[in-house]
Structure formats: C-alpha cells, structure tokens
C-alpha cells in the first residue's frame, strides 16, 4: 500500500495499483454514460410503448434485487482483481456484439432489455469485488480520500463529459456509442489486470460451508453493526425518496416551472456540478467531523434543499438547490462507503458491501411508482416534499448509529474486533 501523509491527513498515493483501479473506474464510468444516454433514445427509435421503454430502464435496478448478495458471496469467495478484469472484459465483448447488430438493424426491445439485465447482473460482481479490493490498495487512514478521489472522477467522467459527448457519437451512427462503451470495458479490464497486488486475507471456510450460508453471515454482520444497520435503514429511505424525485424531476420543471428541456438541462448540470464540488471537499469534511457527522450533516442539508425544492418555483432556486444536494450527496456517499470499509471484516466486505447495497437499492423502484402517484394527485412538486420527509425519516435512524465505541461484530460470534473512528 501507499500513502502520502500531510497537515494530519492521509492521501492515496497514485502509485501502488490504486491510480490504476481509479483510472479503471473512471474510463469504465465513461462508457456508462455513452451506453445510459444511447439505450434509451434508441428504445424510443424501436418502439413508442412507455411500459417497454421503462423497461429498459428498470433492468438497471432489478439484477440488484435478484442476484445482488450472491454477488457479494461470490466476491468473498475469489481472487477480487481477476473477478474484476474478467467481468469488463465479458461485458465489453457482449456490448461489442451488440454495437455490431444495432450497426447491422438487428436491434430490438427484447434484445435491449436482455443486454441491460446481463450487464447490470455481472456489475453486482464487479462492484463489491472493486469495494473490498480497494482497502488492499490503500491504508486504513486513506479510505476517505481514496474513495473521494474515485467517486469525482468517476462523477467528471459520467456527468460533465460523458453525456455531451453522446449526441456527438449518435451523429457518427446509432452504434458508435455503444462500440465506445465496448472500448472502455476493454480497457478497463486491461488495468484492472495490470494490478500485481496481493488478495486480502481470508479465514479458511468452515467445512460444510455454502453461499446461502455466508450470505447469512454477511446480513447478520450488517445487522449486529449499530452503525452499519443505521446507514443502511437511511440510504434505504434516502433511495425511496430519490426514486419519487428522479422519476418525476423533468415533470417538475417542464410542467411546474415551464422551463421547457433547457431548463431541465441546466438544473441536471447543477445537480451533476454540485456533486463534483462536494467529491473535492468530502474528504476535508470527514476529516474534520468524522465521517458519521459527515452523513448527518449531508442529510440535514440535503432536507433544507429538498424543501427549496418543492416550495419555490423558480429556476435559479430550483437549480441552486439541486447543487447543494448533489454536492451533499457526495459526501453522504464517499463517508458511507469509507464506513463500511472500515467497520466490515476483511474478509467479509464483499458480502457486506452487497448487503448493503441491495437492501438500499430495493427502494428506488417504489420510490418512482410512489412519486408518480403523488404527482398525479397533488401536483408535480409534491415528490420532492416527499422526498424530503423520507429524507427526515433517515436522520431519525442515524441517530442511533452515531453513538461512541459501537463495536465492529464478526458474523459468528459476538466478540468485539475493532472500533470504527467517528
């Protein structure tokens, strides 16, 4: 591992495989966002059924649902570095097969919802092996900044280049972006491979052990940390509220604001732009309150913004506060994933990791389903105040999880085996 230690804080050193592992996530969040923007505006080419071109889209969340725990066993289980290479290059190839049937008309719907669910089935993979190998790359006291580090990049690449760069390729032809997209999984899988550091630690497996079994270990784990249950139980809420505003931001500022498609731009740009900002300071932030007070302090201003949101019906207010949100949302996202690196057991990251994630994720799709309700019945800006009450309903199970001294419980017994810094 390497550190760069200055003025009482610690940084990732780029050598030592961690520049590589950064430069690999934010190539491959690139391609992500050619293939985001391209799939649906070519599902809008194939078909104008709503139900079928929203299906494209719930793929993204569903594969987390379904196979996102035994994901994070499987991780556990194997060489992290190795599973991460193999996937991208897996998934360049299949998104390489793709390019070359849209680039010959043989796309379809029902080949753009298969490819979406393979895609995202082999990320749940990708993303809890990447979570537990990055504490191999870089010192305990780093994980902050580290994690900091790679989330703005990958936020430069996906939200500030990524998108504007996609009309420019469709313009080339409908299967330029996704022959891109191919690209960059390629490449990634290349310095992902190039990596020579070694597997973390693990403890043999008892005998008789099975997957159903260690993702059993790993829920219970998650559930016997205050703080690790805490932070879940509030991203979980948090991702229902996001799913009612996503859903139903573009109404709320075409319909409420009437500010037409560039006004929705703009204030996605701000989102995108606030966000950027809040991945430079996340690390200071947590530096100087801990990361508990960090995601505390997140949530509490992201409420502020969501009111704003919902109460004013201007475009620069609108705008400002979906800045501030998205900024504060960095950091609630770098110190969450710095906590769960740092609280789980090394050989149980993954496993954590995808518990997590898959219990957080699972509410994004009720969230949409209830913020299209809300609107339908009390008006376009009702989703963000409820988005913000759910926001309120997070802090309130944070509380808790704030608390000193929580232990860190390994999966089998109740033994203390390390104190998380606050």
């Known amino acids: 591992m390497a550190t760069v230690e200055g003025a009482g804080t610690y940084a990732p050193a780029w050598r030592g495989g961690f520049g590589r592992l950064c430069t690999a996530a934010v190539v491959s969040r690139f391609g992500d966002a ?9 599902a809008t080419s194939l078909t104008s059924r709503p139900l079928l071109i929203a299906s494209v889209t719930a793929c993204g969340y569903l594969p987390w649902i379904v196979f996102g725990l035994l994901g994070g066993a499987v991780a556990d289980r194997v060489d992290q570095r190795r599973a991460m290479w193999t996937v991208d290059a897996v998934r360049g190839l299949l998104v390489a097969v793709f390019a070359v049937a849209v680039a010959l008309g043989h796309a379809s719907i029902a080949l753009l919802i298969a490819l979406a669910f393979v895609l995202t089935t082999l990320q749940t993979l990708f993303d809890n092996a990447s979570t537990a190998l ?3 790359l870089v010192d305990h006291e780093a994980l902050g900044r580290a994690n900091a580090r790679l989330m703005t990049g990958q936020q430069i690449a996906g939200g500030l280049v990524g998108a504007p760069v996609v009309p420019l390729l469709i313009a080339a032809g409908a299967a330029v972006p996704f022959a ?5 999984f390629l490449l990634a899988a290349a310095l992902v491979a190039s990596l020579r550091t070694e597997a973390p630690g693990r403890a043999p497996r008892p005998a008789g052990s099975t997957l159903r079994r260690e993702i059993a270990d790993g829920l219970r784990t998650l559930w016997r940390d205050r703080a690790l249950r805490g932070l879940c139980t509030a991203t979980a809420l948090c991702n229902i509220g996001m799913g009612a505003l996503i859903a139903t931001l573009v109404i709320l500022v075409t319909g409420w604001l009437d500010a037409g498609i560039s006004g929705y731009a703009a204030v996605t740009t701000a989102y995108a732009a606030g966000g950027l900002a809040g991945g430079v300071v996340s690390g200071r932030v947590a530096t100087r ?5 960090a995601v505390l302090l997140a949530g509490l201003v992201q409420i502020g913004a969501l009111v704003a949101l919902g109460s004013v019906r201007r475009l620069a207010v609108t705008a400002a506060a979906l800045a501030v949100f998205g900024f504060m ?3 609630w996202n770098v110190n969450t994933t710095t906590l769960m690196q740092q609280r ?13 994630r898959t219990l957080a994720v699972a509410g994004a799709p009720v969230g949409a389903l ?5 609107a339908t019945a ?3 800006n009702t989703p963000a105040l409820l988005t913000a009450a759910f926001f309120v309903l997070s802090i309130l199970a944070l509380i808790p999880a704030r608390k000193r001294d929580v232990p860190v419980v390994a999966a089998d017994d109740d033994a203390t085996t390390a104190h998380a810094p606050r």
């Open 329 to 331: 949302g960095m950091v």
């Open 134 to 136: 990055l504490p191999a």
């Open 344 to 356: 789980a057991p090394s050989g149980m990251l993954g496993r954590v990791s995808s518990a997590f």
């Open 289 to 293: 309150l801990g990361p508990m007070r």
């Open 34 to 42: 050619l293939r985001g923007a391209a799939l649906p505006l070519l």
């Open 378 to 380: 009390w008006g376009p």
């Open 180 to 184: 891109a997209d191919a690209g960059t």
């Open 370 to 374: 209830l913020g299209g309700a809300v």
